[in-house]
């Protein structure tokens, strides 16, 4: 079992930038990825960036460019560095993880707005 807790939320404005925190604890030796999902009202909860054990890196076509997993050692911290904030890119973000027994487990969620 993962426990996630997210941070680093906030209100931005279009073109600036956030870097989020997520904080993993736990048995953490079965995880496979790491990833970022966001959910904004109305809309499905949808894949942002994943990292998985052999160190690929995946973004979605929506971000590509724009946000960055840094490349951490370990898997006990997950960032997500956002920059040149979109309106469309507010949603609440939460951090997930996807444990090698195919078990998932995700974070409480974090609050980007992105408002002029």
């Known amino acids: 079992q993962v426990q996630l807790v997210e941070s680093g939320g906030g209100l931005v404005q279009p073109g600036g930038s956030l870097r989020l925190s997520c904080a993993a604890s736990g048995r953490l030796f079965n995880i496979y990825a790491m990833g970022w999902y966001r959910q904004a009202p109305g809309e499905e909860r949808e894949l942002v960036a994943q990292t998985t054990r052999d160190d690929t890196t995946k973004y979605a076509d929506s971000v590509k460019g724009r946000f960055t997993i840094p490349r951490e050692k370990g898997m006990s911290a997950l960032y997500l560095q956002m920059n040149n904030l979109k309106p469309e890119d507010a949603a609440v973000y939460y951090c997930?993880?996807?444990?090698?027994?195919?078990?998932?487990?995700w974070g409480q969620g974090t609050q980007v707005t992105v408002s002029s």
């Open positions: 997930n993880v996807v444990e090698c027994g195919t078990n998932m487990s």
